[in-house]
């Protein structure tokens, strides 16, 4: 993969993972008397290690990292103009659901193609691979809370 191509995937991500500290920790303030509040809190804190990351990384190959605008409008659809306004734990849960794993599918996808190219013990893997696993515990996280909440729901309708 050319340096350039390479660069735009890294901003890329750099740029979903700032949308998703400022999200979670949005997330966080609204729910903060609950436990779901603290998880939020401490998962924008690791979002923030990934922008870190992959900042320190664009720098590296030369560049500067670069916000690409409104990345998560795309992911998320029709719940983008109400993004803000979600106040309901079960909607916030579906959207956070859906980046995580669109991140997790590109993060893949780059994985793969930088595979095919480099050894793949390469520290850029490396930290891609590590990004991956942290999206990948957060959707767990994110759809147990979300099925949990879902069976109190239906026991309540009985
Ligand atoms: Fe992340
Ligand atoms: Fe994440």
Do not use: C
């Not at 916000?67 to 659809?77: A, E, F, N, R, T």
């Not at 959207?95 to 190219?117: G, S």
């Not at 515990?137 to 729901?153: A, G, M, P, R, V």
């Amino acid at each position: 993969m050319k340096r350039e191509q390479l660069i735009t995937h890294l901003n890329w991500f750099y740029s979903l993972e700032r949308n998703q500290v400022d999200l979670y920790t949005s997330q966080s303030s609204s729910f903060n008397k609950h436990y779901t509040g603290l998880v939020f809190e401490r998962i924008a804190y690791i979002e923030q290690e990934h922008v870190d990351n992959l900042a320190h990384k664009i720098k590296e190959l030369g560049a500067n990292p670069s916000l690409l605008g409104d990345v998560l409008s795309p992911i998320i659809g029709s719940f983008a103009g109400k993004l803000i306004s979600l106040t309901g734990l079960e909607e916030v849960l579906k959207i956070n659901i859906m980046i995580e794993q669109k991140a997790m599918k590109d993060y893949k996808e780059l994985i793969n193609t930088l595979k095919k190219k480099e050894h793949a013990g390469s520290e850029l893997i490396k930290l891609l691979e590590y990004n991956f696993i942290d999206e990948n515990l957060h959707t767990e996280w994110f759809k147990s809370k979300l099925s949990q909440l879902q069976n109190i729901d239906s026991s309540l309708e009985h």
